[in-house]
Nanobody, 114 residues
Framework: QMRLVESGGGLVQPGGSLTLSCAASGFPDTTYSMRWYRQAPGKRRDFVAG????????KYAAAVKDRFTISRDASSGTLYLQMNNLTPNDTARYYC???????WGQGTQVTVSG
């Protein structure tokens, strides 16, 4: 059974940092791209960042470019999102996605307030 489990969310003050993790298991191999999305209350789920199987040429939404960094550990299948200089506009539930398998995790809440 394919499974994605996010962790690392929490409450942080504006200007702070968090690192999200997404543990992948049950996939037949690691040849799939992975993405982070986020959804704030009452809003649609938006793309945040994506990374291909090779780990090269990641893509970012304009709102997070130069503040967030996506990476993946090919051996463990874990996806990461390093988030710096957080603002209240980054408050949302963050979801991990394995694109080719249309698999989603349950999300982890990030709240930026202070």
């Amino acid at each position: 059974q394919m499974r994605l489990v996010e962790s690392g969310g929490g409450l942080v003050q504006p200007g702070g940092s968090l690192t999200l993790s997404c543990a992948a298991s049950g996939f037949p191999d690691t040849t799939y791209s992975m993405r982070w999305y986020r959804q704030a209350p009452g809003k649609r789920r938006d793309f945040v960042a994506g990374i291909p199987t090779t780990g090269t040429s990641p893509k970012y939404a304009a709102a997070v470019k130069d503040r967030f960094t996506i990476s993946r550990d090919a051996s463990s299948g874990t996806l990461y999102l390093q988030m710096n200089n957080l603002t209240p506009n980054d408050t949302a539930r963050y979801y991990c996605n394995a694109w080719e398998f249309s698999a989603w995790g349950q999300g982890t809440q990030v709240t930026v307030s202070g």
